[in-house]
């Protein structure tokens, strides 16, 4: 069987993508844990039921999309066989043997499905060239607004805001901005849910250069929203460090309307402060202009652990 | 500057990859070693100048074209900034950014450049959608019938076919077959060449889970016009495997004709017997139907030391 799976912890982009290439490539679309609101906010929208979860990559063959880490592959990848990776993030695997990989450095995964889909180039990595519904346009749309914070993060490119105007005209969406308010609403829901749901929500764990680093992010409207469960955040994260052996966990607080994130650093924080050559205050800073882990935490990080 | 650079020891598809490329991408191509005689008579053949030596990746802009692996990369290749790698091997290089990495399991780097050209998809990766020229057509389908040997190697695929007629089609060549024995012609006089030549000839070192094996292929129309060099070869191979560390050297002698090779196992050569399952005799044997290091030597290889 030829399943289709995003990463761990799924955003929307991740479960968009999922759907949209199972659509195109005949394949089953698995996710790998629960929605967040935001993204069933957009399933329920466009109609389209929840991608079943997958466990295990026994006996399939894996379509990787939104990924390359090994650490947000499904636990057992290496028991099915990876035949493709669709992605926009960093190279994070060695294969042993030559697949399919396409990643381009855009701001969400959906906008090089989209690309394809508008060059006719979906032959190109074995994919059926069928027409896009509106429902399938839909969520690529709602893929590309929510990974780019409605084109206002810094991984944002020209071909986002291209490929997002074709796919709301495809997908009978008159009004991008209003839709986009109405996913960043969906989405800040998050604050009113627990602190362990919050801490996982978008939660990643990366292995640089043999160090066990967490990040997770969390996206608000209004940072003010989650102030007082942000004690109970830094008490859970402390714990995840000693517990699950993190050097270092990183957790972004992401202010959407004032651009910039208040980071929370628990373990080894002085990497953090050395990496960003910054100071931290009671292990937390603000850090103006900060909207993307993939573009401006991880780089850094991964330059900083290589040289340590 | 931006350049356009493939493999050290370049064979026909690293160079003439390289050349297409930065015809298209407005960049210098490069090359990290000397030509050998099938690539030169390419170059001849369509009067395209060699690309100049590149040593160092300082300053420069990376176009990486025909490998992944760092270890066949420009030594200082992280002085540069790799921005795109266009390939047809497994995926060997962890990247620190999210880059334009585009690979696909086709027998030739040059079928996938031609599929971004007839499909109007050069633009996907941030190159010109200029006319190909007779010229370029010339080197592209040099490249995949070098590559396949003449859609011998297993590694063919039917893009391979399909785009090799289409820039036969573009480049003037009538006989397909007639112009691919004259390039096997070229190829072989490499059997005239010094045993230290002939080693060096096609050479790539791998680093498979911490450890360094080397391996070699040279192919020949006739086995037998190596046999009397062979001892010569062993010789150096042996001193090759002491002076440079490696733990374990593997050199095929591949027979195009007989479509099988004989390899030559130097250092731990009791690693390539569990591998692959086989008893060696005086550290040779022959094995039928194996003609390509990509897809028949590194996997068995990478998946023996992953579990070593």
Redesign the interface.
């Known amino acids: 069987m030829k399943i289709v799976v995003g990463h761990k912890n799924p955003d929307t982009d991740t479960i968009c993508s999922s759907i949209v290439m199972a659509y195109f490539m005949d394949a089953k679309p698995g996710r790998q844990g629960e929605l967040n609101p935001e993204t069933k906010y957009v399933l329920e929208k466009f109609g389209v039921p929840e991608p079943e979860l997958i466990t295990s990559a026994e006996g399939h063959e894996i379509i990787m999309v939104d990924h390359t880490e090994e650490s947000q592959a499904l636990d057992d990848f290496d028991k099915g066989e990876v035949i493709t990776i669709i992605d ?18 855009v701001g969400a995964t959906a906008t090089i499905i989209a ?2 889909y508008f ?3 979906l ?3 074995g994919a059926k060239n069928k027409e896009l519904t509106p429902k399938m346009a839909g969520l690529l749309l709602s893929a590309i607004l929510s990974d780019t914070v409605l084109f206002n993060s810094p991984t944002t490119t020209e071909q986002d805001r291209v490929m997002a105007y074709k796919l709301a005209d495809a997908a009978g969406i008159d009004d991008i901005e209003a839709f986009g308010k109405e996913l960043l609403k969906a989405k800040s829901t998050i604050v009113k849910e627990s602190p362990e749901k919050i801490v996982q929500y978008d939660f990643k764990e990366f292995n640089m250069n043999g160090n066990k680093i967490g990040i997770g992010q969390v996206e608000v409207v209004d940072a003010a929203d989650l102030e007082q469960k942000e004690k109970e955040i830094v008490d859970i994260l402390k714990r995840k460090v000693v517990d699950e052996n993190y050097r270092m966990i990183v957790f972004a607080i992401t202010d959407v309307l004032k651009k910039g994130s208040k980071v929370l650093v628990l373990g080894n924080s002085e990497d953090f402060e050395k990496a960003f050559n910054i100071k931290l205050e009671n292990g937390a800073a603000f850090m103006e202009g900060v909207m993307s882990r ?2 401006q935490l ?2 850094p990080l ?2 900083f652990y ?1 040289n340590a």
Not at 88 to 105: D, E, R, Y
């Open positions: 926009h993030h960093k190279n994070g695997m060695i294969t042993s043997k030559p697949i399919i990989h396409l990643t381009k450095p690309e394809l060059n006719n180039s032959g190109f990595i993939k573009k991880v780089p991964e330059e290589k």
